[in-house]
């Protein structure tokens, strides 16, 4: 069993960064890959970036390459979401993730746990 709690949420203006992150406890927490995920109002769930174990290999969705980077601390069993360059569309509940086969998964069926999510408003 695993437990995600999100942070780091908030209003910024577009152009304005936030830095999300999400503390991974339980069971060997090292031993998953990390996603995030988010869900405007009104939409789809869409998959943002995710990071294998080890934290040497990540993959972006195409919207947000060159300006979010995610990564972990496994000594302090956190995973973070960079988020540079915000815009208006980066609205929605982020969501973190956690994939007990440790791949690069980039759909929701992968994970088998999530947090509660933290909300991120951009401002025009």
């Known amino acids: 069993q695993v437990r995600l709690v999100e942070s780091g949420g908030g209003l910024v203006q577009a152009g304005g960064s936030l830095r999300l992150s999400c503390a991974v406890s339980?069971?060997?927490?090292?031993?998953?890959?990390m996603g995030w995920f988010r869900q405007a109002p009104g939409k789809e769930r869409e998959f943002v970036a995710t990071i294998n174990r080890s934290g040497a290999s990540t993959v972006n969705a195409d919207s947000v390459k060159g300006r979010f980077t995610i990564s972990r601390d496994s000594a302090k069993n956190l995973v973070y979401l960079q988020m540079n360059s915000l815009k208006p569309e980066d609205t929605g509940v982020y969501y973190c993730?956690?994939?007990?086969?440790?791949?690069?998964?980039?759909?929701?069926?992968?994970?088998?746990?999530w947090g509660q999510g933290t909300l991120v408003t951009v401002s025009s």
């Open positions: 993730a956690a994939d007990r086969w440790g791949t690069l998964a980039t759909t929701g069926n992968e994970y088998d746990y």
């Open positions: 339980g069971d060997s927490p090292s031993n998953y890959g």
